[in-house]
């Protein structure tokens, strides 16, 4: 089944972006984890104090009124807005002193409150971003060998990377920004019409939809800002990876500067947005803060015409001052909040297409365990092609018995390493069976499946570890006995005991480390450890030279020993003993049989032998007239 491409065509129409309320409710699972009262109570405490926070919130500016009114009054004797500030008459209400310690214990309050709501918070919100990152990474695991070969892993981390921010970013900014915001902006308009008069709350609720209309078109201006930002930094991070991973090929062609211009094209259009969007940014902030200034000073001067008019006290101009800059702070990150949160939609759907996207290899709902009683592997007319313009495979049968030797070979896009990736099940055939004891691949657990075989590729990657850890990487819990043992069968163990700290060596990245032949017997090592009943050899010696490759192969041949073998085989010289050879050719068998059989019918198989004896002869040659002539050169006169 061809996947879906993750690339829209120029034709397409443009994505939608992914909405708040579709977004939220995808990640609200994770947010009100099922099995986690703990969890949901620490949901219910930060509404809770969110609300008295709030509360306090509103008592705060009029703490500061009450001041106000009360150092009137002690400095102009009892006045009118003293008196209607008032009620009881009191020493408390006449005490400047004593209210201004109100107002301080109120912000004091609203800070304390305010930050323990978002520290019971923030245990819901990682544990929000721990559980989608892990189920993103392990489907990324699930998804098949096409998906991984046709995305980049730099790009693919990155996604990864932006969705864990963006959830933790939503998460924090919807609960702890934009609900505290909105309680807040009602409280106030609630206040200012109970306060003074419904035009005052008018005038703010107009201030606010304009400011937030402005914030919504500017932002929207920005995203596509933005974006245009955040591809320059993905494919500048892409460039820079693949260009380190791929040191040593830099380094042969000496392509440095090559490197340094691609990575260097790459970063100057991230440089040519990152500006655009620092500029668009100081284009939004002035755009609200006149908006939000020009709203204030309307609200003021209301307040102004009240207190002239002996409608209100001197402390209510404080009031309303202070009510609107208490409001301004929260209302001042809408821009960046709108934003904030546009961007992780952005980057969480970008996350939930990998987790949306079914992996091509599924288990059926049914799959049985693979069960191996002697490990016969059966291909039967086996079809297969990465493209339908392109068949690899076609019609191609054979049968490997249980504890033989079949080796394969055939010129370069014969499909031979097709064979070994099928019967891992990277991929289906278009038609066709490949059976184990006679069960359909197809129909077993995928999991059973390749814990029954192992593989020995010619490009062996190791783990940026020790070579412990990549020995034992084969069997997880087996004994350190067990993987001194197996690397002793691989005769790497007495390479390992000579350095300094032993198994604790590290490998370096992808192990650059060691050398092929060290490589390589890692590789079978960890191959040993796995004790598979199958063994696929994917032209694991190619690579090497000829003394190494006789070292690697006597390894080999003794880990074969008693195991169903598929050899995929590039230098024939290594599948002589091979109890069937075959031969493929575009896609199909054009030759079977055992070495000396295939040499006498004179075929394709006996040209290859021809051509690869030809050459080892001339590098042969090759090499003794360079031995002769050093040897020359070390006699003197």
Known sequence: MPPSSAVPSAGSAKPKPPGLVATLSKLWPYLWPHGRPDLQRRVFLAFGLLLVA????????????????????????????????TTSGTWLWRAPVLLT????????????????????????????????????FEHMHRLSLRFHLERKTGGLTRVLERGRRGIEELS?????????????????LGLLAWEFDWLYSLVVLAMVVVYLAYTYKATEWRISIRRRMNESDTDANTKAVDSLLNYETVKYFG????????YDHSMERYERASTQTYVSLAVL??????????????????AAQDIMAGRASIGSFVLVNAMLVQLYIPLNFMGMLYREIKQALIDIDDMFKIIDRNPEIEDKPHAKPLHISEGVVRFEDVHFSYIPERPILKGVSFEVP??????????????????SRLLFRFYEPASGRILIDGQNIADVQQGTLRKAIGMVPQDTVLFNDTIGYNVQYGRWDAAAEDVREAARLAQIDRFISNLPEGYDTSVGERGLKLSGGEKQRVAIARTILKGPPILVLDEATSALDSFTEKEIQDALDRVSQGRT???????????VGADEIIVLDHGSIAERGTHAGLLASGGLYAAMWNRQREADEAREALKRAEEEELSKEAVPG
């Open 54 to 85: 709030k509360g306090v919130t509103m008592v705060t500016p009029f703490a500061f009124k009450w001041a106000t009114d009360a150092l009137v009054a002690a400095t102009s004797g009892a006045g009118q807005g003293i008196e209607a500030a």
């Open 101 to 136: 310690i109100v107002y301080g214990v109120t912000r004091i309050l609203m800070a304390v409150l305010t930050q323990v709501r978002d520290g019971l918070f923030a245990k819901v919100a990682m544990h929000a971003v721990r559980k989608l990152a892990l189920q993103t």
């Open 172 to 188: 924090r900014l919807m609960v702890l920004t934009l609900i505290p915001t909105i309680v807040e902006f009602a409280l106030v």
């Open 255 to 262: 392509a440095e500067a090559r490197e340094a211009i691609r």
């Open 285 to 302: 902030n002035a755009g609200q803060a006149v908006i939000f200034s020009i709203g204030m000073m309307l609200v003021m001067i209301l």
């Open 402 to 419: 249980a504890g033989h030797t079949v080796a394969i070979v055939g010129p370069s896009g014969a499909g031979k390493s097709t064979i």
């Open 565 to 575: 073998t598929l050899v995929i085989a590039h230098r024939l010289s290594t599948i």
